[in-house]
C-alpha cells in the first residue's frame, strides 16, 4: 500500500468500460510527513475520497481486486482503498 493525496479529479466520458461509473482522481505519493515524493498519478476511488484528503492507494493486482466482477477483465492499475485520518510517527 501507498500513501497519497487527492489533489484533483479527471473527466473522461470515452474510455474502457471496466472504468464506466468509477470516479477517477488524481493523486499525489506522500511520504509520513505528508510531503510529495513521485509524481502524480490518475486512481480510481474505491470508497468515495475527496479532493484535499490523504489516502490509501493499491497498485497493480491488488487495484485490479477492488472492482473485479468475475468474468470482467479490468485495466485499472491505481485504486484508492482507504482515507488517512493521521500520520503518527
Request: glycine share 12%; proline share 2%; hydrophobic share 45%.
Amino acid at each position: 500500500m501507498y500513501m497519497a493525496k487527492v489533489v484533483g479529479s479527471v473527466v473522461s466520458t470515452v474510455k474502457d468500460p471496466s472504468l464506466i461509473g468509477r470516479k477517477l482522481m488524481i493523486v499525489q505519493p506522500v511520504d509520513s510527513n505528508g510531503q510529495a515524493v513521485r509524481h502524480e498519478e490518475v486512481a480510481a476511488d474505491a470508497i468515495g475520497a475527496g479532493v484535499g484528503e490523504f489516502v490509501l492507494l493499491v497498485r497493480g493486482a491488488g487495484a485490479r481486486q477492488v472492482h473485479q466482477a468475475e468474468g470482467v477483465r479490468d485495466v485499472n492499475d491505481c485504486a484508492i482503498v482507504g482515507i488517512i485520518d493521521r500520520f503518527d510517527s
